[in-house]
């Protein structure tokens, strides 16, 4: 195998490990994303709303708490989506590599 060639996998193998990073993110944002949205939900059905502070809760205007809640959503939706687009990139940039490693492999190129 040629050099070049070991070069393009440990490129694709860089991929894959930054693709499963971005993945693991993505899941995290997404579990972060449904709590907001119960909270929101939850919200809507309730008189009195409490904040979480450090490790007490705080009578909270349900309001503010609705309009927080709404624009720490939006803001984790927005990562989700740059995630995704990054994810993506790393995905075509993989999905090349790959073919051209193929082409190396299967022209014969031994050059050891």
């Not at 040629?2 to 993945?23: F, G, P, R, S, Y």
């Not at 740059?82 to 590599?97: D, M, P, V």
């Amino acid at each position: 195998m040629d050099k070049d060639t070991q070069e393009q996998i440990q490129q694709l193998q860089m991929h894959e490990q930054n693709m499963q990073q971005l993945l693991m993110q993505r899941q995290q944002f997404g579990a972060q994303a449904i709590e907001f949205e119960s909270a929101l939900k939850e919200l809507e059905t309730t008189k009195t709303a409490y904040k979480i502070i450090g490790n007490i809760m705080v009578l909270s205007d349900k309001d503010e708490l609705r309009k927080e809640l709404s624009e720490r959503k939006e803001l984790l939706d927005l990562r989700l989506r740059s995630l995704e687009k990054q994810e993506e990139q790393l995905r075509n940039k993989a999905g090349l590599l790959k073919e051209q490693i193929m082409k190396h492999l299967k022209g014969g190129t031994h050059d050891e």
